[in-house]
């Protein structure tokens, strides 16, 4: 087990959702003009609605987050059904009452918005707070193995592996190009919350926590005492004891 990561383990989906809201709250209290990097994907959505159940019932107050896009297709006419920024829009952005965002812009050309975007993530300070998902082969955002712990913010061509596990969310083929925000931008995050939940995710979180850092596992990469990794029994099954000081239940 590696012993530069949180590992906070929890019974079930709903319980790392709660969890999950309960240290975005604790952050967004402590300083409300919080930047958040938002992931899409499906593990990340019990937990945004489980803020938004907060928000609903007035005991959180995120109107002075910035929340910021993770990732995107390449190549979408804007509006269009497969978009990440639809996805966040609906999920996140709206329901937590958020009025800042930074996005990738689907108008400009993949270089122009990657350095807009830098530039806009830099301008507001960088990120104070990453909840991610994990892919099935390590990525984070886009950042396809092997992605060393510079990889920029750039244009990737996407691997039959994530074009597999994109293809659940769609009725229609998945783009093969993306934009990530680069590892640079995510490492820099001053705080980080890796959420991971189900069975699928067994191997993933394995190698995660047990293998050598490396860019061709770009998760690996995440180190350090402000790394949070929130999973569920379903994906911590078979992992092996956990050292009693990095599980906190
Ligand atoms: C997708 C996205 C990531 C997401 C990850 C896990 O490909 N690019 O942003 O976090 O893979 O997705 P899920 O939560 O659906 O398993």
């Not at 999950?20 to 994907?41: C, Y």
């Not at 892919?135 to 039959?160: I, K």
Request: negative net charge; proline residues 8%; charged residues 20%.
């Amino acid at each position: 087990m590696r012993p530069d990561l949180t590992l906070q383990a929890q019974p079930d989906a709903g319980a790392v959702a709660r969890a999950a809201a309960d240290h975005i709250a604790a952050r967004v209290r402590a300083r409300g003009n919080l930047t958040v990097l938002v992931a899409t994907g499906s593990t990340p959505m019990a937990t945004y609605a489980e803020l938004a159940r907060r928000v609903q019932a007035g005991t959180l107050d995120l109107s002075r987050v910035t929340a910021v896009q993770l990732d995107e297709y390449q190549g979408l006419s804007d509006p269009d059904p497969r978009s990440l920024w639809e996805w966040m829009d609906r999920s996140f952005v709206a329901p937590l009452r958020i009025t800042r965002t930074v996005r990738f812009d689907p108008r400009a050309a993949p270089q122009d918005t990657c350095r807009d975007y830098d530039a806009a993530v830099a301008a507001i300070g960088g990120i104070d707070l990453a909840i991610l998902g994990l892919g099935l082969n390590g990525h984070l955002g886009f950042n396809e193995p092997p992605s060393p712990a510079d990889a920029p913010t750039r244009t990737v061509t996407l691997t039959p592996a994530s074009l597999e596990s994109n293809r659940v969310y769609w009725d229609t083929d998945v783009p093969t190009q993306a934009l990530t925000a680069g590892m640079e931008v995510i490492l820099a995050a001053r705080s980080t919350l890796l959420l991971v939940t189900g069975a699928s995710k067994r191997a993933a979180l394995g190698r995660l926590l047990t293998g050598p850092p490396s860019p061709d596992f770009p998760a690996s990469l995440l180190s350090g005492e402000a790394v949070t990794v929130l999973a569920d029994r379903a994906a911590l099954e078979g992992q092996g004891p956990a050292p009693v000081s990095a599980v906190r239940a």
